[in-house]
């Protein structure tokens, strides 16, 4: 259906500005492809318009995928700096023992995530570390909780749960 709509888009449409809100559709979601959309209105006629009106309805799909994949990834990120305290409830622990234990659980996060999180936990006054030299390289940064942060682990937990009990009872058959 969705190939339907752009041969006929090919053959009908013949203005420039019409064509750049076809590739808008396929290539920005959204607010951008709909100021292209807005344009053809304005300059081009109502015929054009229906069509990318269709080709829009049509091509959602594709960005919907998109869309679930980013809220996952959001959702994902919502936990992250919950479940790297969680770790780091047992003891201290190196950035890559913080990994593997995130991949572990199934949570796959890479480096370059993790240790902006690290950052920002200390700067808060959550975490602490301490070097330690390694015999196969550099000197390595354990991270440990602090005082305020075993506190504000603790109500993160609590509203875990809070929350976690919320989307059970919402999402019951």
Known sequence: MHLFF????????????????????????GYIALIFLASCFYFNSILYC???????I???PNHSRMDIENAKAQMRK?????????????G????SDLLSALKSAQLIVVEGTI???????????????RWEESTQGPPRKYYALTPEGKLFLKELSKTWNELSNAVKELTKP
């Open 78 to 90: 919502g936990i992250l700096e919950y479940c790297i305290l969680s770790v780091l409830k047992k």
């Open 58 to 60: 049509f091509a959602s």
């Open 115 to 129: 240790y902006p999180i690290l950052t920002r936990l200390k700067n808060e006054g959550l975490l602490n570390y």
């Open 6 to 29: 752009l041969d006929l888009v090919r053959l009908s449409v013949s203005s420039p500005r019409a064509l750049r809100a076809l590739r808008a559709f396929h290539y920005y979601p």
């Open 50 to 56: 229906i069509v990318l009106v269709l080709i829009y």
């Open 92 to 95: 201290e622990a190196y950035p």
